[in-house]
C-alpha cells in the first residue's frame, strides 16, 4: 500500500498537467478490472458495473496537486513563475521543483542572507521576487530545457518514518486516489464510479464536468484535509488530529453534508468500532460542492484523511488514518447495498 | 401578514436545516396549490397548474424565495463546556455579541467572547463562543454535538407597521410568496414556486431546482439594504417606499424584459416601487439564470434594515405591496 501512495505522491501533476499521475492512475485502476476510461476535461473514470441494481454511487478523489507555472525567462536564464492552487508564500525558499515534461530540476531562490537588509530579513518573501533557478546562464540555454507555460512542481520523495507517519508532498488528495483504488478492488450490487478529477485546486473544474456526465445518485469525496493539532493552534482550531481516524465532514465552505449520508458514515464507524473524528472547525472547499450541486442535486458526502503541513512538499499523514479510512468506506459501501 | 410573518420567522432553519420550516410552509400552502414536492436538495417546490388548455404550452414562471437562514454551527466543545462555533452564511462577530441563541432542539445560550482581545476590530468568530450553561464538556455533550447549528432566539415584534425580527431574510420573501399563492387568481402560466435550501451559503438550492423546473422565467423575492438611516451608505432604497425591483447585484444583472415586465406592471396597477442596484451581495436569480441554457431572470426586493443582525426590519406596506406586484405578474399572460 505504501508502494501506491509513494508512487503516486511522487508523481508530478500540478492542475492542468496531470499527465504523470493520471498514467500511474489509469495503469492501477486497471489491474483492479474496472471498465477505465478518460473524459475530455481529464477525469480518469473506472466503472465497477453493479451485480444488482443500476444504482450509481460516484467516488472522487483529486488527481491534481498545487504548483507552479512557468511565466518568463529572464536574459540570465532564470524562470519567474506562478503559483496554480493555494501556496503558502514562506515555504517556498530553497525548495527543490521539477519543471515540464523531462523533469527539468531547480531550486527557488533568492538573494542569500548576506545579502539582505536588516528589514528585509523580517519580511515574507513575495514569490515576484523569487526565481527557478535551473543551473544554466542564458536564455537560450533555458529556452531548450523549458518552454513558457509549462509547469513546475514540488520534488519530494515519500519517506516513512516515526510512528507509522509518512511524509510526502500531495498527499491532497493522492491519499484520496489511493483509497479509490483500493475500493475498486471489490465489487458491489450498485454501480461504483471512482472518479479521480483533474483542477480540484483551481476551482473544481474537473469535478463539475466528471457530476454532469456520469450523472450519479450519489457522491462520496475522498480528500486529504488539513489538520492543525500543532503548538500555537488552539484546539478548537485544530480542524483534524492527527492518529484519530478518518474526518466525517458536516459541512465545509463549499457544501453542507446530505444529513443522511452524514449520519449513516457516523453510524457505520460506531457499528464497527472503527476510529473516526467530526472537522472540528469549518474551512475549504473541495469536489463535493459542485458534485452536490449538479443536475438537480445529489446527496453528497465527505471523508478526510488529516494531513498535517498541507500544500507544502512535506506533508504528513497518519498511515492507520489512511488505512482506517479505507475500512470505514468498504464497510460504507457494503451497508449501501442493504439501503 | 403580520401573523404570517411572525410564524415563519419563528421558526428554526439556518441552511442545511431547513426541514422545520419547510414543514411549516408546505401546512401554509398545501391547500392552495395542485401539486407539492420536496427534492433532493431540500427545496420545496409547489405548482399551480395553467388555466390554458388546447396545444399551446404554459408559460413556465419560477418564483423562488429561500426558507434558510444564516447561523452558527458547533465545531468545538471545550472541556469547561463552551461551544466553539463557525458561520453559516454571512454572520458579523458584531451582530452575535452577548445575543440569545436558540439551537434545533430547543437548547438556548449566549454568545460571547474572549475578554483579553484588547482591540474590538480584531474580533473574528474564532475569538467567540457559545454559553449553554453547562458546567462542563460532558453536561454540555448531552444537550448539542458538534455539526449542531443555533440561529437568533428573538421573537418578531411590531412597532406601528413596521416589524422587527430575525430571519425576515428571508422569511420576509417566503411570506410574500405563501401570501400570493394563497390570493392568486388563475393564471395562463404555468406557476412554479420554489422555497429554497442553502442560499446563505451560496446560492446553492436555487441552483438544482432551476435545473429540474427548467423555467422559461424566474423572479425571487428576498431582502435588499436600504440607504434611508442616519449617515448610512448612499443607497437609494427607503424602507416603505415599495417593492423594489431589481436592476442589478453581485450575483446576476436583472434580465431587461423581465425587469421591464415588473415595471410595467407595477405602473398599471398603481403599485408604489422602487428600483434598486445593490452594491454586494446575491440572491437566487444569481443562480437560476445561469441554469441550463440561461432563463430569463429577475428580483423583486423587500427594503430591510440591519440585515442579518437579530433585528432586522421591514414595512407592512412594502410587503403588501409586493404580494400585490408579484400577482400582478403572474395573473397576467406572459410575452418573453
Given amino acids: 500500500m505504501v508502494e501506491v501512495?509513494?508512487?503516486l505522491t511522487e508523481a508530478r501533476g500540478v492542475a492542468g498537467n496531470e499527465d504523470e499521475v493520471r498514467e500511474i492512475i489509469l495503469e492501477l485502476a486497471a489491474q483492479t478490472g474496472a471498465e477505465v476510461s478518460v473524459d475530455r476535461m481529464g477525469n480518469v473514470i473506472a466503472r465497477k458495473p453493479g451485480l444488482k441494481t443500476g444504482k450509481k454511487v460516484m467516488l472522487a478523489a483529486h488527481m491534481d496537486e498545487v504548483g507552479f507555472i512557468i511565466s518568463y525567462i529572464t536574459d540570465s536564464g532564470m524562470l519567474k513563475f506562478h503559483t496554480v492552487g493555494g501556496i503558502d508564500q514562506r515555504l517556498l525558499l530553497s525548495k527543490r521543483?521539477?519543471?515540464?515534461k523531462k523533469g527539468i530540476p531547480g531550486v527557488m531562490g533568492v538573494k542569500a542572507i548576506h545579502l539582505q537588509e536588516k528589514d528585509e530579513r523580517n519580511k515574507v518573501i513575495d514569490q515576484k521576487q523569487m526565481v527557478?533557478?535551473?543551473?544554466?546562464?542564458?536564455?537560450?540555454?533555458?529556452?531548450?530545457?523549458?518552454?513558457?507555460?509549462?509547469?513546475?512542481?514540488f520534488d519530494s520523495n515519500l519517506v516513512v518514518f516515526g510512528d507509522n507517519k509518512v511524509k510526502a508532498k500531495a498527499l491532497d488528495d493522492r491519499v484520496g486516489c489511493a483509497v479509490l483504488l483500493e475500493l475498486l478492488k471489490d465489487t458491489y450490487d450498485f454501480d461504483l464510479i471512482a472518479c479521480f478529477t483533474v483542477q480540484e485546486e483551481i476551482g473544481s473544474r474537473g469535478g463539475e464536468v466528471a457530476a454532469w456526465h456520469l450523472k450519479p445518485d450519489m457522491g462520496i469525496v475522498l480528500e486529504g484535509t488539513a489538520c492543525a493539532d500543532i503548538p500555537d493552534v488552539p484546539e478548537h482550531m485544530h480542524i483534524t488530529k492527527m492518529g484519530r481516524g478518518p474526518a466525517i465532514s458536516y459541512m465545509d465552505r463549499s457544501s453542507i453534508a446530505d444529513p443522511e449520508l452524514f449520519r449513516q458514515m457516523v453510524k457505520t464507524a460506531r457499528e464497527h468500532s472503527i476510529p473516526y473524528q467530526l472537522k472540528e472547525n469549518i474551512a475549504g472547499g473541495n469536489d463535493a460542492g459542485v458534485i452536490h450541486k449538479s443536475r438537480s442535486g445529489v446527496p453528497t458526502v465527505v471523508v478526510s484523511v488529516p494531513c498535517r503541513y498541507i500544500h507544502s512538499p512535506s506533508s504528513m499523514m497518519d498511515l492507520n488514518d489512511f488505512n482506517n479510512t479505507i475500512r470505514l468506506m468498504k464497510e460504507f459501501l457494503k451497508g449501501c447495498e442493504s439501503r | 401578514m403580520k401573523e404570517l410573518l411572525a410564524n415563519l420567522t419563528g421558526v428554526y432553519g439556518p441552511s442545511g436545516k431547513e426541514d422545520s420550516i419547510r414543514s411549516a410552509i408546505e401546512k401554509e400552502i398545501k391547500d392552495h396549490v395542485d401539486e407539492i414536492r420536496t427534492d433532493t436538495m431540500g427545496n420545496l417546490i409547489a405548482v399551480k397548474k395553467s388555466t390554458l388548455s388546447g396545444d399551446k404550452p404554459p408559460v413556465r414562471v419560477m418564483t423562488a424565495a429561500h426558507m434558510d437562514q444564516i447561523g452558527l454551527i458547533i465545531t468545538n466543545i471545550d472541556e469547561n463546556g463552551f461551544l466553539r462555533f463557525s458561520n453559516i452564511g454571512g454572520v458579523s462577530p458584531f451582530n452575535v455579541i452577548n445575543r440569545r441563541v436558540v439551537f434545533e432542539n430547543g437548547i438556548t445560550g449566549t454568545v460571547s467572547y474572549e475578554t483579553e482581545l484588547e482591540n474590538m476590530k480584531d474580533l473574528k468568530l474564532n475569538k467567540m463562543y457559545i454559553d449553554i450553561g453547562a458546567a462542563n464538556r460532558e453536561e454540555a455533550e448531552k444537550q448539542v454535538s458538534i455539526g449542531d447549528a443555533a440561529v437568533y432566539y428573538a421573537p418578531m415584534a411590531a412597532a406601528g407597521n413596521r416589524y422587527f425580527g430575525c430571519a425576515m431574510d428571508d422569511r420576509a420573501g417566503c411570506a410574500v410568496l405563501v401570501q400570493a399563492i394563497k390570493t392568486i387568481k388563475d393564471s395562463p402560466n404555468e406557476l412554479i414556486f420554489v422555497f429554497t435550501v442553502q442560499e446563505e451559503v451560496g446560492l446553492r438550492g436555487a441552483k438544482t431546482s432551476a435545473y429540474s423546473v427548467n423555467p422559461a422565467m424566474a423572479i425571487s423575492l428576498d431582502v435588499t439594504l436600504t440607504g434611508d438611516t442616519p449617515k448610512s451608505r448612499p443607497m437609494a432604497v427607503r424602507l416603505g417606499a415599495g417593492p423594489a425591483v431589481k436592476i442589478k447585484d453581485s450575483s446576476l444583472i436583472c434580465h431587461p424584459r423581465v425587469k421591464n415586465l415588473m415595471i410595467d406592471r407595477a405602473e398599471e396597477a398603481g403599485?408604489?416601487?422602487?428600483?434598486e442596484v445593490l452594491e454586494a451581495g446575491g440572491t437566487d436569480s444569481g443562480s437560476i439564470h445561469l441554469s441550463r441554457e440561461g432563463v430569463p431572470s429577475g428580483v423583486i426586493?423587500?427594503?430591510c434594515r440591519y440585515i442579518h443582525s437579530a433585528r432586522?426590519?421591514?414595512?407592512?406596506?412594502?410587503?403588501?405591496?409586493?404580494?400585490?406586484l408579484l400577482n400582478s405578474i403572474l395573473e397576467n399572460e406572459i410575452v418573453l
Avoid: F, T, W
Fill in chain 2, 312 to 324: 432586522e426590519m421591514v414595512d407592512k406596506n412594502d410587503l403588501e405591496n409586493a404580494v400585490k
Fill in chain 2, 301 to 303: 426586493s423587500i427594503p
Fill in chain 1, 97 to 100: 521543483v521539477r519543471i515540464g
Fill in chain 1, 132 to 153: 527557478i533557478d535551473i543551473g544554466v546562464h542564458s536564455k537560450e540555454e533555458a529556452q531548450k530545457l523549458v518552454e513558457l507555460g509549462d509547469y513546475a512542481c
Fill in chain 1, 5 to 7: 501512495l509513494k508512487r
Fill in chain 2, 271 to 275: 403599485i408604489p416601487y422602487q428600483l
